[in-house]
């Protein structure tokens, strides 16, 4: 049987590899369609057939373009070669089907999610809308993340740093800081922009509350809710001045039990709690904003479970 190349094999070669983690790949590509090229007749009727050249103008405005547009976020799932081809390709296609549709019903409950915008499940690639802006994490000034473990009655649930965080967003910069009520010498440019619009602290930590409270209400789980997989976006035409886009759906399922929306919760805190060991306080400030957002009776079992996660759950250190 004739194989062929996957369609997005030639996107993947013009990209730029911008994160890998250990499931993924992740490439930058101005767009997902080819320059175009305009065909101009020759000024000489003695010369040849003319050949195919950009001209002024489309150059210009090709060049604006690439100002105005971020690009688009490639997502490659690469072979493992641990696993049996088959299985493989079987996991892949599976996992990246239900990424882009985790994306597509979220976006549809009015949860703010980079546009899907190119599946190739037979490739292993899912393009994405790349979110101009800056993770929770850079602005509250948080160093690195580890990988956390949450123990269950049955056995031991893994929870890390997932398939590449901040894959949608440019890389942190951030300070260890977090206040963003007065400018101070090297803070970091997102905090700058959310204090010239008055957003405080606790604004802040509504909005996410509510962002996830969203989120939850379509049953879906994240699976590596940290303070990277949260972008804050400017909206200068919005009703509110940010948003609060949600990232890196590689881990995400659908939920069935209250404990699964408290262990989101919990990897959440404690994102929280080693971006900031002060940040107690301010996750206070996201519970308080879920809880509205869910209700008291949908949010009084999870808030049970969370109590029982927290008992449960410890931190691990990453050793490599």
Do not use: C
């Not at 072979?79 to 299985?87: I, Q």
Request: negative net charge; glycine residues 10%.
């Amino acid at each position: 049987m004739t194989s062929y190349p996957s369609p997005s094999s030639s996107l993947l070669e013009q990209g730029k590899l911008i994160k890998q983690g250990a499931e993924a790949k992740v490439y930058l590509v101005p767009s997902l369609l080819p320059r175009p090229t305009i065909y101009r007749p020759t000024n000489h009727s003695t010369a040849g057939p003319s050949s195919p050249r950009p001209s002024s103008s489309s150059s210009s405005s090709s060049s604006s373009t690439s100002t105005n547009d971020s690009g688009v976020i490639l997502k490659y799932r690469f072979p493992k070669t641990y696993r049996h081809p088959v299985l493989d390709a079987s996991l892949t296609s599976s996992r990246l089907t239900f990424e882009a549709r985790s994306l597509s019903r979220a976006a549809r409950a009015g949860v703010v999610v980079p546009q899907v915008l190119w599946v190739d499940e037979k490739g292993g690639v899912l393009g994405l809308e790349r979110v101009e802006g800056w993770s929770v994490r850079e602005i509250l000034g948080g160093g690195a993340e580890g990988e956390l473990e949450v123990e269950f009655e049955d056995g031991e649930l893994e929870l890390g740093e997932g398939e590449g965080q901040e894959e949608y967003g440019p890389d942190d910069t951030g300070t260890e800081r977090i206040d963003l009520g007065g400018e101070e010498e090297g803070e970091n440019e997102g905090m700058k922009a959310l204090r010239r619009l008055g957003v405080s602290q606790e604004h802040l930590m509504t909005s996410i509350g509510t962002a996830l409270a969203r989120l939850h209400l379509t049953t879906i789980i994240h699976g590596d809710l940290t303070t990277s997989n949260m972008m804050v976006r400017l909206t200068p035409d919005g009703v509110q001045p940010y948003e609060i886009v949600m990232i890196d759906f590689g881990l995400s399922s659908t939920a069935q039990f209250p404990e699964n929306y408290a262990v989101d919760l919990y990897v959440l805190e404690r994102a929280f709690a080693s971006t900031h060991p002060q940040s107690e306080n301010l996750y206070a400030g996201v519970l308080d904003a879920y809880a509205k957002g869910l209700g008291e009776k949908k949010w009084r079992p999870i808030e049970i479970k969370l109590k029982e996660v927290r008992r449960r759950g410890r931190k691990r250190d990453m050793t490599g």
